[in-house]
């Protein structure tokens, strides 16, 4: 089948990662698949969260915001309400276990990064464009302090990446729009690492179950589209020193 946005089922939406967008965080990068776009900015804070002392370990952490207008209808801000909502905070927590998933913490002992995720515009697949906008941040972050002196080599195994895939139509589909997942059969979320390690597999059924035939293709297609992802990250990051 063909798309309604001219795309091939296994075709990645196009990518375009700029780094150091913003002027003043360690890290920085906005991050667009499509008309998602994420603004990923990477702070560095020479302290722990109080319950890490005395464990010579440091911290990575995330937090994710939509900005009001980055949907078709305005976003109230989570502010007013007085606390983020639990969609927010399951984002947040899925975005920092994948990047603490990759880092030595060891390694930043006393340290802490903080990796704030704004959408700027949503079309679908806001928490897997931050997961992969949130890598090339928090690199380039560890960079900066391997360039101050701070850390003697960038701590990162190896990348890591997510991508939404659904079924709509009967057809698998790789890195949904808003309308194909607003629309789609089932939702997986998956999350793996440049060694094609999984760190999470979010699937959800929403009008029929699916069988493990269906999500053994999906994660096929899904592996596809992160390898292609992940050459995006490291061409954006390889010339950065």
């Known amino acids: ?20 967008y913003s002027k003043y965080a360690e890290g920085s990068c906005l991050y667009k698949s499509g008309d998602t776009h994420v603004l990923c900015n990477a702070t560095l804070e020479e302290k722990i969260p109080v319950w890490l002392r005395g464990q010579h370990k440091g911290w990575v952490t995330a937090e994710y915001s939509m900005l009001p207008r980055s949907t078709q209808e305005r976003t ?19 975005i ?6 990759i880092i030595n913490l060891s390694d930043i002992a006393g340290y802490q990064i903080i990796v704030d995720c704004d959408v700027i515009q949503a079309d679908g697949g806001t928490r897997t464009a ?6 090339v ?29 659904g079924v709509f139509e009967q057809n698998i589909l790789l890195d949904l729009d808003y309308i194909e997942d607003s629309r789609a059969d089932c939702d997986v979320n998956v999350v793996m690492t440049s060694q094609e390690k999984f760190i999470e597999i979010q699937g959800t059924a929403e009008n029929s179950a699916f069988d493990k035939n269906t999500l053994d293709n999906i994660i096929n297609i899904a592996q596809k589209g992160i390898r292609e992802i992940i050459d995006a990250q490291k061409k954006a990051v390889q010339d950065i020193r």
């Not at 798309?3 to 780094?19: A, K, N, V």
């Open 130 to 135: 931050a997961i992969n906008g949130s890598w």
């Open 96 to 101: 920092s276990r994948s990047l603490r998933g």
């Open 137 to 165: 941040s928090l690199y380039l972050c560890l960079n900066w302090m391997k360039n101050k002196g701070i850390i003697r080599n960038i701590p990162i195994n190896e990348q890591v990446a997510a991508v939404s895939c």
């Open 1 to 20: 089948m063909k798309r309604h946005s001219g795309r091939d089922i296994d075709c990645l939406r196009p990518i375009e990662i700029i780094c150091g």
């Open 76 to 94: 109230r801000r989570e502010i007013s309400t007085g606390r983020p909502a639990g969609r927010t905070q399951e984002i947040q927590r899925l």
